[in-house]
Structures are given as C-alpha cells and as structure tokens.
C-alpha cells in the first residue's frame, strides 16, 4: 500500500478486527473442494464454486445444512453429522491449500501494525483451522487475538466473539473497527457497538452497500482513508 508523503495520522481505532473467509482470504475454492470431496463419498453429485460461495458464511455446520437444503435432505441428521464430521478433518488436514490473502491485504496489516493499532481475527471457522490457515499463509504474525469458532462462545452475529477479541487487545467497542464481507460480520459490530467497513469482495448474497456499514471499500487500497474518514466522524 503507497503511503503519501503526508500520512493520515490516525488516533483512532486502536484496535481493528477482521473476518477472514472473504474479508482477508479468498477461500472459496478450498471450501468448495472439501465440500464436494465429502459428498462424493456418499454419491452426491458436486455443487459448482458459485453455489459454495453463496452458501458460506455461519461456519462448516451451516455450510452443510445449506448444502442438504438445497438438495432437499435437511431432514437428514445423520447425514448432516457425518459431513460436518467429514468436512472439519478434511478441512484442517488441508491447512492453507489453495487459498491466498485478498490483494493488498498484507499491506493493509502492516500499515495498520506500523501505526500500533491492534489486530484481531473474529471468524466462524473454528480456532484450530483458523490457527492453522494463517501460519500457512504467514499472516498470524499480525495478530494479537484470534477468536474462532470454538465450544466457550456463541457464533457471530452473536457479539460475544468480537467483544473477545477486542477483550484480548485491551480495546474498547467505541475504539474499535470490525471489518467483514458478511451480515454476520456487520451485525455482530453493531450488537458489540462497534463501527464497521463492508468489503466488496467476499461472498455475501446481499449487496455490501445495503449490508449497512458504516461504511464500504472495494479494495484494501482505500482502508486507511476509509477509516480516517471514520475516525473523523467519531471525534
């Protein structure tokens, strides 16, 4: 990320918190693969990389039950837990695959550490994976908190995770920005009375601009602006 020979001072937030699925990583594709693998274990035919997209979103348990929906077995509880089962090993076994950080994403971490703003992850994929991903992908060294899905707290857009990991970096809701692709992500900011930017880019069904964030990029390259213009708004 260029940084201008006047940078924007910013004194706010002091903690920004990131989704990951869709926000800083494309892992659509990863997704897409282990769920088609673990239905083809059972002789169901694949759903298309689109479809997946617009199933993820609520961890790997909602991701299923998506998937049995749209082929009309969501009754089918036995099936549900021996993918779910499936998926999660599958998918920890897997690590990082194919799955690569969203342009500009590095850049967008390093400025925000370089001015001392505190990093978290608040994701729904569960905390092992999660751990797992970013080591792969060499983007946990940015982080001071990282919050997954995990038995101790409800899932977004419950509050209860974001409130974690801003507890874990000493922030408070009012300092904070919580940065996600999904209704999930921007109503668990407002339950925590958190500001919050919608990306463009992810793998929500509903339009970023109408997910009602307080305000919307494109691409990492207009963060720092963005939230300067936040910044301004809440001095």
């Known amino acids: 990320m260029s940084v201008s020979s006047d940078p924007i001072r910013l004194t706010w937030p002091r903690a920004v918190v990131f989704d990951l699925d869709g926000t800083l990583i494309d892992s659509a594709g990863d997704i897409a693969d282990v769920l088609n693998d673990c239905l083809a274990e059972d002789d169901i035919a694949p759903f298309d990389e689109p479809a997946v997209v617009s199933m993820i979103g609520g961890g790997a348990r909602v991701l299923v039950e998506r998937a049995l929906e749209r082929l009309d077995r969501r009754g089918d509880s036995v099936l549900l837990e021996r993918l779910v089962h499936k998926f999660a090993a599958r998918y920890e076994a897997l690590g990082a695959g194919r799955s690569r950080a969203f342009p500009g994403a590095e850049d967008a971490l390093a400025m925000l550490h370089g001015r001392g703003v505190g990093l978290a992850i608040c994701t729904n994929k569960p905390e092992h994976i999660t ?16 919050i997954g899905e995990s038995p101790r707290l ?3 857009p419950a509050p209860d995770m974001l409130l974690a990991a801003l507890a874990g970096l000493g922030a408070r809701p009012e300092d ?13 900011a407002k339950a925590a009375g958190v500001a919050s ?3 463009t880019f992810g793998y ?5 601009r109408e997910l009602g964030a307080d305000a919307v ?8 602006l963005s939230l300067a213009r936040l910044a301004g708004t809440a001095s």
Do not use: H, N, Q, Y
Not at 204 to 208: A, N
């Open 176 to 188: 904070a920005v919580m940065i996600g692709d999904s209704a999930a992500d921007i109503g668990t």
């Open 197 to 199: 930017i919608a990306v």
């Open 217 to 224: 990029i494109e691409r990492f390259e207009e963060l720092e």
């Open 154 to 156: 409800p899932r977004k």
């Open 204 to 208: 929500t069904t509903i339009p970023p």
């Open 131 to 146: 751990g797992r991903v970013l080591a792969d992908l060499g983007l946990g060294r940015w982080f001071g908190t990282v």
